[in-house]
């Protein structure tokens, strides 16, 4: 595998005068909505033991935390990234309406696109980098990756017809899968804000190679978050952003209506949260440097006044009640405050932690963490 | 605001009759009853009688009174400009307030005021509809014997609601036996029940079918056609079919979720003959709603079941409901994405059977069935719900009144479960049955 990666930064583009950060910050949504009283509230503990026992020791816990908004996925993670509630298409066809997080730390530090990545499961994240201001928008934005899409239209595309290649064919997926990049990935779920420039042949078939890589890989791929996963490692490995947004998403699986496939997940994302945080710290970019913050970005509806917790779509508190976990740099240890707080104030945290200007918005700091 | 809704029959007359009301209404509100309207020749007898005893209720509110009643409405619908909307179309007209109240950030406080309103509203209707000395139910759910039943979780959902009776399962080996014992099933099968009769029958695999039919689809439509079977299983070449058709669709385009969501409720694709007990246009177009509308439901099967016997109680609302979960295959690997794909034969990898995940999912599943009918006015403090597991030698019951008794409860046998069903609906007890259980029927 090393040997299929080229010296990290590579492809990189050089900005003059940027200014990276000391810091890093890494926001993980503990993804696809999942419920208080699955995870943090005592009962739910055996679902996330990882968390309870490995990193809330590390840090802090906010057990009263509120998500306020609209109950769907690209809405939800709209306001952690902007501070501000969003109300747009939830299918992802709109971006944000007020600034991202990623936007504002690299317009106001001049730092080019490597420097903030979304590495999103949810195929409808492809506009989450950015948001649709004129002052901002795409030569600001966080590049975006959605490997699971890419990676599953490929599969999707080589095992639906009779003439195709079959999966077990892996040289001609590979070739598949590059095509895929080839003919505008934006159309197979992928999308990178090139910021005016062009991603080389070289990077495009590098990161096509390590998603084969992943596929051939006996043990996988048996998940998207464990794809989603596979490629921050990858985009930490090379890039060393200051910003990263890991979208872990399986846990959504809860609408086919199985309850044990939903703590499947659920434990799953803990683990991966889990080994995410020992990578990180195992970087020198990143050890000793680095702050988590893992945050559901929505809950899901309760048994007796909402739907269950195959949907979220009542609006229920249920729906709105979360937690969010932070550790790392500048974060005390081994605390906890009861203090409510909301899913919007991650926004202006982050900004405190990197140290740039918070555009306006609903949310509020977390004076614990900085 | 004036509408163009296509309606025939009982439904013309009713909104002529109640033409008034339905012009003093907010649009949002008088579109919504006419889809209703619209949609009469699908709708089950209890949803007909609803809309009529709602516009009924509405007519004799006094024009001042349904005014304030109403005026929330009014304002979030004024404030989000809806006015303006040209379609007089009613479905459609209800399609584009919606993207407007969503596009304008109003669609929660509508919302509200629809609840505000249907407050006031719904204790009325329901006094009227379901008044209480109306017929007894009864609500049945059995956990097939592949099931890997954890003893010591089971029904754990319900804590300590109902009561747990001991059941002697002697002579009881096989899923068909359980079953024929426990509904009364002996000799001619093309006689349902008593007890059945007018029944919903929703089930992952088909042992109740079979016990019913004895397996011979051909026999089906059943000739008195008093018993509805839904069953995953026998719907396979169905739900392959409704597949192939989304999966055209998508490929070949779609403008938007809305677009995609009206052609899949334009489908006209029937179930092979026999894969129902009975087929009419209303079940079809039901089982068809079942499977567009549940999440999951194309795809697991005791998701298929839980999601139709709520659809059902709402909807239809049986006086007798059955449901039998089973065992689902565990989920293969990305399939979650490729669900609308055929992948060739080659590709296909075998499907493995999830026993344990299967109990953790159908403990949840039967709660939300039970969740679901204790909302409903039709069935709260009128209903018995027996839990069983096929092989487990107890059952929960949980009634309307349902205690402990001050000493222990004999074993039951089935044909005791059989009886105290059938005297709890008032129902002859089937030739051949047991005792039934006083801590259950007194």
């Not at chain 1, 590059?178 to 991603?199: H, I, N, P, Q």
């Not at chain 2, 609803?50 to 509405?58: K, V």
């Not at chain 2, 300590?160 to 059941?167: I, S």
Request: hydrophobic share 40%; aromatic share 8%; with cysteine.
């Amino acid at each position: 595998m090393a040997d299929w990666w080229l010296p990290r930064n590579l492809f990189a583009q050089r900005v003059a005068g940027a200014r990276t950060p000391e810091r890093r910050a890494i926001v993980v949504t503990f993804g696809g909505g999942v419920r208080y009283e699955d995870t943090l509230a005592r009962d739910g503990w055996v679902n996330i033991p990882h968390l309870a026992s490995d990193l809330v020791p590390q840090g802090i816990v906010f057990p009263a935390a509120r998500h306020e908004g609209l109950t769907g996925h690209f809405n939800s993670t709209g306001a952690l990234v902007t501070g501000s509630r969003q109300n747009v298409d939830a299918y992802g066809s709109e971006a944000p309406v007020t600034p991202t997080i990623f936007e504002l730390f690299r317009k106001e530090r001049a730092l080019p696109p490597e420097e903030t990545w979304v590495v999103a499961t949810n195929k409808s994240f492809g506009l989450m980098g950015g948001s649709k201001l004129r002052p901002f928008g795409d030569p600001y934005s966080a590049n975006v990756i959605l490997p699971k899409q890419l990676l599953i239209n490929t599969i999707k595309s080589a095992v639906s017809t009779n003439g195709g290649p079959g999966v077990e064919d892996r040289q001609a997926l590979a070739e598949r899968m590059m095509l895929a990049l080839d003919e505008g990935y934006e159309g197979f779920g992928w999308k990178v804000f090139e910021s005016g420039r062009t991603l080389s042949g070289e990077l495009k078939a590098s990161l096509a190679k390590s998603l084969l890589d992943y596929f051939n890989d006996p043990a996988a791929p048996t998940s998207g978050d464990e794809l989603t996963f596979f490629m921050t490692k990858e985009i930490m490995n090379r890039f060393a952003p200051s910003l990263l947004l890991v979208n872990f998403w399986d846990i959504d699986i809860a609408h086919y209506g199985a309850y044990s496939l939903y703590l499947d997940a659920i434990r799953r994302t803990d683990r991966l949260v889990y080994d995410l945080w020992q990578h990180a710290q195992s970087l020198p970019a990143y050890k000793d440097r680095t702050t988590l913050l893992v945050v559901p970005e929505m809950g899901r509806d309760s048994d007796v006044a909402g739907n269950g917790f195959a949907n979220h779509r009542s609006g229920d508190e249920s729906c709105r009640r979360v937690w969010l976990v932070a550790l790392g740099a500048g974060v005390p240890k081994g605390t906890g405050t009861e203090r409510p707080i909301r899913t919007l104030d991650v926004a202006p945290t982050v900004a405190n932690i990197l140290g740039f200007r918070m555009a306006e918005c609903e949310g509020k700091a977390l004076g614990e963490l900085v | 605001m004036q509408f163009n809704a296509e309606l025939t029959g009982d439904a013309a007359t009713l909104a002529r009759t109640h033409s008034g009301v339905l012009a003093r209404l907010p649009a949002t509100v008088s579109a919504f009853i006419l889809v209703e309207l619209t949609k009469w020749p699908l709708l089950f007898p209890p949803e007909r009688r609803y809309q009529r005893a709602l516009l009924e209720h509405l007519s004799r509110i006094p024009a001042d009174e349904l005014e304030r009643s109403v005026a929330g409405i009014a304002r979030v619908e004024a404030e989000a400009g809806a006015s303006k909307i040209g379609e007089r179309n009613p479905a459609r007209f209800q399609d584009e307030a919606q993207a407007l109240l969503r596009k304008r950030g109003l669609l929660v406080a509508w919302r509200s005021e629809v609840d505000v309103l249907f407050q006031k509203i719904d204790p009325a209707l329901e006094a009227q509809l379901y008044p209480g000395d109306a017929p007894r139910r009864l609500i049945v759910q059995i956990y097939g014997r592949e099931i890997a039943v954890q003893r010591e979780k089971l029904w754990s959902r319900f804590k300590r609601a109902g009561l747990r009776v001991p059941l002697n399962l002697e002579g009881e080996a096989d899923t068909e036996r359980f079953l024929a014992t426990l509904f009364g099933v002996v000799g001619n099968r093309s006689t349902t029940p008593a007890l059945l009769d007018g029944a919903w029958v929703i089930e992952a695999h088909e042992a109740l079918h079979a016990v019913f039919d004895g397996g011979d689809t051909r026999l089906k439509p059943s000739r008195d056609e008093s018993l509805t079977g839904l069953s995953y299983d026998r719907l396979r070449s169905y739900r392959d079919d409704l597949t192939r058709t989304l999966n055209a669709k998508i490929q070949s385009g779609v403008e938007s979720p809305q677009a995609f969501a009206a052609y899949a409720r334009s489908l006209r694709i029937a179930p092979a003959p026999g894969a129902l007990l009975r087929a009419d246009d209303i079940l079809l177009a039901f089982v068809r709603d079942v499977l567009l509308t549940g999440n999951g439901t194309m795809i697991v099967n005791n998701t298929f079941v839980e999601w139709a016997a709520a659809q059902a109680l709402r909807r239809a609302q049986p006086r007798v409901l059955a449901t039998r979960f089973g065992v689902r295959d565990k989920l293969k690997p990305f399939s979650s994405m490729i669900m609308f794909s055929q992948a060739r034969p080659t590709d296909h990898v075998p499907a493995v059977p999830d026993p344990a995940g299967s109990f953790i999912d159908v403990e949840q599943l039967s709660y939300y069935v039970w969740v679901n009918a204790e909302k409903n006015p039709a069935y709260r403090g009128k209903t018995l719900y027996l839990f069983l597991a096929e092989g487990v030698d107890e059952m929960l019951a949980i009634g309307p009144d349902t205690a402990a008794p001050p000493t222990a409860i004999a074993p039951a046998r089935l044909e005791d479960v059989c009886a105290t069903m059938s005297i709890w609906l008032g129902v002859p007890v089937p030739d051949g049955s047991g005792q039934p259980i006083r801590a259950l029927v007194g």
